[in-house]
């Protein structure tokens, strides 16, 4: 099961993106993630990166897609994986057809979560005040200036890959603003909803 999850910055990837792992058994591959540990460890694309992460702007194309290629390539993703934060821009998804058709495979389904605006920035500035009260390190890029960066970003260079997906008949949109489990459901059902009947029984739990 090759899955994309697309939504804007707040929209609750990270999370849905954790249970459809437990439920499908494919790893997250979160390009978020990756960079950030790319900072903290201080490799040579991680300083690179880290001053375009703190103003919330995208990272360069061919760096992500780099990452991302090496990554498939681990053989824990060799079943399947799901894809956070990444493809971003039109270029990515276009990037990410070429190295999937390289290696022979292809996206079984895209899966968009819808939130508006406003519900995002108070989830925002939700997760830094619950972050400051546990005493756990607040992201530097969850801030209420730079996130309104993020959502513009999001806005300009991240909306038009819904439309390249959609335009591929592989895209589904959920409603963010539900309650955790009725989303992480409607993200199953469309998931189970693009693959072959034959390959549901091997791929889920
Ligand atoms: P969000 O909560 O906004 O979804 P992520 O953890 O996915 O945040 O990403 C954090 C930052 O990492 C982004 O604001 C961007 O600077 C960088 N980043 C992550 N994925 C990509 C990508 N596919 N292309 C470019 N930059 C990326």
Known sequence: MRLVLLGPPGAGKGTQATRIVDRFCIPQLSTG?????????????????KHIMDRGELVPDD?????????????DAANGFIL???PRTVGQAEALDRELAVRGIKLDAVLELE???????????GRAEEAAR???????DDNPEVF??????????TAPVTEYYRSRGLLSIVDGLQPIDVVTEGLTACALAALPSHQIRSDVR
Not at 118 to 123: E, G, K, N, T
């Open 33 to 49: 993630d990756m960079l950030r540990e790319a900072v903290t460890s201080s490799t040579a694309s991680g300083l690179r990166v």
């Open 115 to 125: 939130v508006d605006e406003d519900a995002l920035l108070d989830r925002i500035r």
């Open 148 to 157: 309104k960066t993020r959502l513009e970003v999001y806005r300009e260079q």
């Open 84 to 86: 956070d934060g990444f």
């Open 134 to 140: 546990k005493g756990e390190p607040v992201r530097r």
């Open 63 to 75: 760096v992500v897609v780099s990452v991302i290629a090496n990554r498939i390539d681990h053989s």
